[in-house]
């Protein structure tokens, strides 16, 4: 009867599984040929009006297959790059192309296509243009059709390695109720936007305001506030940050000098570069944004901005005009610029569908694709009870089409929303990109820290841009004049390596069974080792021993098998590639000490993030004080202490990236808890994370959030010391104080030691709490030794510099532990030995 049950169970359980089974479509045939193209993205899966583009072009396949048995049906299958920032983190897109499994198709920002391109991992696409329009297929890409700064930042060196697929551009956005309060009116009482630098700091200087206090409480204009970097002040000032050629970086041109002083000089109107960032970290976006709230008079932002402002801010009266220009370019006659920008279509070079994956592209920038995009964004938008505001478009024709449309010919849509749209668009052909180089990122990175330093009073603009020039300019003598190295062949590691384990194994089994050879080793390497008669014993009953020594074997091989396969060779290879010039898409380049040599005498960011991290070692005493503190309170023997233990050790375990968004909340300086509690009491509180001074101090702070961690070890070393000591003690006549000092603190000791050997590690390998709440800034006062060796890596490259910093940081963190092993037997001291 069993045996029945378990039959039946098995025959539904089959059942079901059959039914469940993925079935091919009933369009297909057993004979049909299907290719999936992989697409990479940074939203994740494909959705929404994208979704219909995909379903049509997989529905097209499959008609023109019908057509033509000879031609494939195309499957779409989409994931995403798992980085907060795909440009910056391209970590995962990099490790699929240099392991051989990369997308058929990437999503990836226009600017950050040539850095990558540079060194091999896209596919040019020239030929394909070229073969498609002798060929005069309907779906050709036309270069002419495209706005000339789209299509130029898709070119590296001349050659094509992505298609546009959007654009953007920027506008200045203001609010007019605000300046009509400020008299910033024409003879008919219609607010005037400012046309030059000189009008834009007036404008800011009059409609700024500020409390009793001196705080700012209506901005007029923060220069970074939007969408707008040093880059768009270089731009307006007739600078640019690369020669022609793209060999020389003009990070520290005299126009870009001027330009970074003009933003230092706004924010010294505002009242100083400190307060304007504290009064912008209370600023919230959506149905709050500031702009409609009346606490920024104007702002340079992109052109997303009007779809947003179309649903929430129908009752303000909105202004756009083109960015102000200084006296430099006004002299040349332009009196308008603008910073465009956008994503883009790339195929990475080992692609395994190329063709597939061109056949995408050509389809997904195609006049049809865009117009059931953009039908489907607006059904999507009505079914919302939402005004459809269509996104830029970097093919001219089509963008003047819808935005005709969906916008200019609506009355539906407000007359200031029209006027904006028209206004953004207008400025897409004048706007300039970001320089397209393979020191892109780098770049934007200096010159965010060189503003951060100007602006902070660190150093004068010129200094500050010469420094980041000279590091541009470093990498960039790098990249176009390679060190000179050998290339490694790496079969004597994948070959030696099983053999260095073998060898390592054998000998420990020879070492633990044979005497003889045992003595030999002793003698070779003159090791005072002497026989034992229980050796005597296992070497002349080696069966029961041995069979001892197999079955220990087999019980720890699981960790010994992770060990070998997934640490012990990657350790041993970065040892190697420490001594390599390597960038994961490159083969490696054998370059000797070079890495070590510039990381000890001519990386000026490494004494930096050092201090940095050092610094940060003050918070080991801090953090034992307080959970041997809070320990020492629920060591009592009160009803219910096991519930107070619970919630102090509650924050312990709550995710560190949750935990990091809850303290940037609460360390916000508008409107964070800590300062309105500080607030309460008549204190001013700190621009917690923005300050240079305060953000290790915030980050120390933090960490005692988390003391009921380390509470658990100090009440388990309590809960060891015996009642007796501190009963003797007491009937001796000693206090609660003496008590603790020779009682309690002896015995903790080795409790003492455990928290100060691991403290010391943890704070030298410290990373996620700087990666997710300040990036490194202000200042680089964050940018933590581990953090500028995930830089190095992942962001600009350095595979083989980042190598020789790991080993650095572990010859440093193995040093001190010794040290502190070594010291530790004239303070620690144990049970036996009290």
Not at 211 to 224: A, R, Y
Not at 652 to 678: D, E, H, K, R, Y
Not at 787 to 803: C, D, E, K, P, V
Request: include cysteine; hydrophobic fraction near 45%; glycine fraction near 8%.
């Amino acid at each position: 009867m069993r045996f029945a049950k378990f039959l039946l169970l098995m025959t539904v359980f089959a059942l079901l599984l059959y039914l469940l089974a993925p079935k091919r479509s009933p369009l297909l045939s057993p004979g049909d040929k299907i290719i999936e193209i992989t697409y990479m993205a940074p939203g994740g899966p494909i959705g929404g009006a994208m979704a219909d583009m995909v379903k049509a072009f997989e529905q097209e396949s499959r008609e023109s297959h019908r057509r033509n048995p000879s031609k494939p049906i195309y499957r779409v299958v989409s994931g995403q790059t798992g980085a907060v920032d795909q440009n910056a983190d391209p970590t995962r897109f990099l490790i699929s192309v240099s392991g051989g499994m990369p997308p058929d198709v990437i999503f990836f920002a226009r600017y950050a296509v040539a850095e990558w391109a540079a060194r091999g991992a896209f596919l040019p696409l020239d030929e394909r243009i070229e073969k498609d329009l002798n060929e005069n297929h309907p779906d050709a890409i036309q270069p002419e059709r495209f706005y000339k700064p789209a299509w130029d930042e898709s070119l590296y060196q001349g050659r094509l390695y992505s298609i546009p697929n959007g654009i953007d551009t920027r506008a200045l956005v203001y609010n007019k109720d605000l300046f009509r309060r400020a008299g910033l009116v024409d003879e008919n009482g219609e607010p005037t936007p400012p046309r030059t630098w000189e009008q834009l700091r007036q404008y800011a200087k009059k409609l700024t305001q500020f409390d009793e206090n001196g705080n700012v409480k209506v901005l007029g204009f923060s220069p970074n506030y939007g969408n707008c970097w040093l880059y768009m002040y270089a731009w307006m000032n007739d600078g640019d940050f690369l020669s022609p050629d793209g060999l020389k970086c003009t990070l520290n041109d005299s126009r870009c000098v001027e330009a970074l002083q003009f933003i230092v000089d706004l924010y010294h109107d505002a009242g100083g570069y400190q307060q304007v960032m504290a009064f912008q970290s209370g600023l919230q976006g959506g149905a709050l944004d500031p702009l409609i709230l009346g606490k920024i008079a104007m702002k340079i932002d992109i052109d997303w901005v009007m779809n947003w402002y179309s649903q929430v801010a129908r009752d303000m009266d909105l202004g756009v005009a083109p960015p102000p220009v200084s006296p430099r370019l006004l002299a040349k006659g332009q009196s308008e610029i603008s910073w465009g920008g956008g994503w883009c279509y790339s195929i990475p070079i080992n692609a395994r569908n190329k063709e597939a994956a061109w056949d995408f592209i050509r389809f997904m920038v195609s006049d049809r694709a865009f117009d059931i995009f953009m039908r489907s964004e607006k059904e999507n938008a009505e079914a919302q009870g939402r005004l459809f505001i269509p996104i830029m478009l970097p093919i001219r024709d089509l963008n003047e089409k819808y935005i005709n449309e969906y916008v200019l010919s609506n009355p539906r849509v407000p007359l200031k929303i029209r006027r904006g749209c028209r206004v953004f668009t207008d400025l897409i052909p004048i706007s300039h990109c970001r320089p397209v180089t393979p020191v892109g990122h780098l770049l934007w990175n200096r010159h965010v820290i060189a503003t951060e330093e100007a602006c902070y009073g660190k150093k004068t603009p010129q200094e500050a841009l010469d420094y980041g020039t000279a590091i541009v300019q470093a990498e960039l003598d790098l990249i176009h004049h390679p060190r000179k190295g050998k290339p490694v062949n790496w079969s004597f590691f994948f070959m030696g390596y099983p053999l260095v384990i073998l060898g390592l194994f054998g000998g420990a089994y020879l070492w633990d069974t044979r005497i003889g050879f045992r003595k030999k080793i002793a003698r070779l390497f003159s090791l005072k080792h002497e026989i034992t008669a229980e050796d005597l014993v296992q070497g002349s009953k080696g069966g029961y021993f041995r069979s001892q020594w197999w079955w220990g074997f087999l019980f720890v091989s699981p960790w010994v098998a992770g060990f070998v396969l997934f640490a012990g060779g990657p350790l041993l290879f970065s040892i190697l590639m420490s001594f390599c010039d390597y960038d994961i898409l490159k083969p490696a380049q054998w370059i000797g000490m070079e890495n070590y040599r510039y990381l000890l005498t001519r990386d000026e960011l490494i004494p930096k993030a050092m201090a940095n991290t050092v610094f940060m070692v003050i918070g080991i005493p801090i953090g034992m004080i307080a959970s041997l503190g809070i320990a020492l309170l629920l060591n009592a023997k009160i009803r219910g202490i096991s519930i107070w233990r619970t919630f102090f050790y509650l924050p312990a375990i709550i995710p560190g990236v949750a935990s990091f968004i809850i303290w940037i909340w609460m360390l916000n300086p508008a409107g964070g808890l800590l300062n309105q509690t500080l607030k309460i009491v008549g204190i001013q509180g700190p621009n917690w994370l923005g300050s240079e001074v305060w953000s290790k101090p915030s980050f120390i702070f933090m960490g005692l959030w988390g003391a009921g961690g380390g509470m658990l070890i100090w009440l388990a070393g309590l809960k060891d010391i015996s009642e007796q000591y501190y009963e003797a003690a007491a009937i001796d006549g000693a206090s609660r104080i003496q008590q603790f000092r020779h009682i309690t603190l002896p015995m903790l000791t080795p409790y003492i030691f455990f928290n100060l050997v691991m403290g010391m590690i943890g704070v030298f390998q410290i990373f996620d709490i700087a990666f997710i709440m300040t990036g490194g800034g202000p200042v680089n006062s964050t940018l933590f030794y581990v953090y500028y060796l995930f830089n190095n890596a992942f962001r600009f490259g350095h595979m083989g510099y980042a190598s020789a910093m790991a080993w650095i940081l572990f010859i440093i963190i193995f040093i001190l532990t010794v040290i502190q092993i070594k010291t530790a037997r004239h303070w620690v001291h144990y049970g036996s030995e009290i």
